[in-house]
């Protein structure tokens, strides 16, 4: 009995050893559904793996300055890399690596019009059939962000405010818009395609220029160990970019 436990000792040690090297990655929560994919290919290519984390561009800005483990950062925005970049944190610029795109999502039963000019939105906000609209928290998630930059610019955002409901991230947004907790919200185009979120209901591109641009950009942090900079090379190749256009992301031309 003890030769055999010594010997399962022998064999599951290497693969703990390899669970516990597995770099930490903080990530946009927006690529909640893209980036496993991209790290099971990445896992099926090289036998390597990676721990994901999602969550807010903001939030994660401010635990990484703070001290926190991350060994690559994909930011939902680029300005939060390079306060980073400034504060000494990261290894060079990083790389842009897509271009998100939001829309109006309404879940089944909704009693609002798929109407990307807002309007209807608006209106329905006074006449009393909207009591409550999900977004991320602008004050540190870009997608919410660009949500109340899209509501301002239709010129319903006085209106809609009151109503608000805001998401920690652009995910529990998500949640929020497709539970039918709420008459609508504004969401991303890579987690609206996902299976899940099209049988919730009916999902409505916002113009892209009633915005600033989601650029995206990643990031090794400062002591990234060597299987996150092979995860980092992964993401800017073919495989990483044909999932992530998948998604309904734009992507950068390649150099």
């Known amino acids: 009995m003890r030769s055999l ?31 496993p994919e991209v790290a099971g290919a990445f896992q099926k290519a090289t036998g390597q793996t990676v721990k994901l984390t999602f969550g807010s561009s903001g939030n994660f800005t401010q635990q990484i300055q703070n001290g926190a483990p991350y060994e690559i950062f994909l930011s939902a925005d680029e300005s939060y890399v390079q306060t980073l970049q400034a504060a000494g944190r990261t290894q060079g610029p990083g790389e842009l690596y897509a ?76 949640q929020f818009a497709t539970s039918g907790s709420a008459q609508g919200g504004v969401i991303p185009l890579s987690l609206a395609i996902t299976p899940q979120v099209k049988a919730a209901g009916r999902f409505v591109p916002l113009p892209a220029d009633r915005h600033q641009p989601l650029r995206q950009r990643m990031v090794l942090l400062t002591g990234a160990g060597p299987t996150a900079q092979a995860f980092y090379r992964f993401l800017q190749g073919p495989q990483a970019r044909t999932i992530l256009a998948r998604y309904g992301f734009t992507l950068p031309a390649r150099r």
């Open 99 to 174: 271009v998100g795109r939001i829309g109006l999502f309404l879940p089944k039963g909704s009693p609002l019009k798929p109407d990307a000019t807002l309007k209807d939105l608006g209106a329905a906000a006074r006449d009393g059939r909207l009591r409550k609209f999900a977004i991320a928290n602008p004050d540190h998630a870009p997608y919410g962000r660009a949500a109340r930059e899209a509501l301002q610019a239709a010129g319903v955002w006085d209106a809609v405010q009151p109503k608000l409901v805001l998401g920690e991230n652009v995910s529990q947004a998500t």
């Open 5 to 35: 436990i010594f010997a399962l000792a022998l064999v599951l040690a290497p693969l703990a050893a390899r669970a516990a090297d597995a770099p930490a990655v903080a990530a946009a929560s927006d690529l909640s559904a893209a980036l």
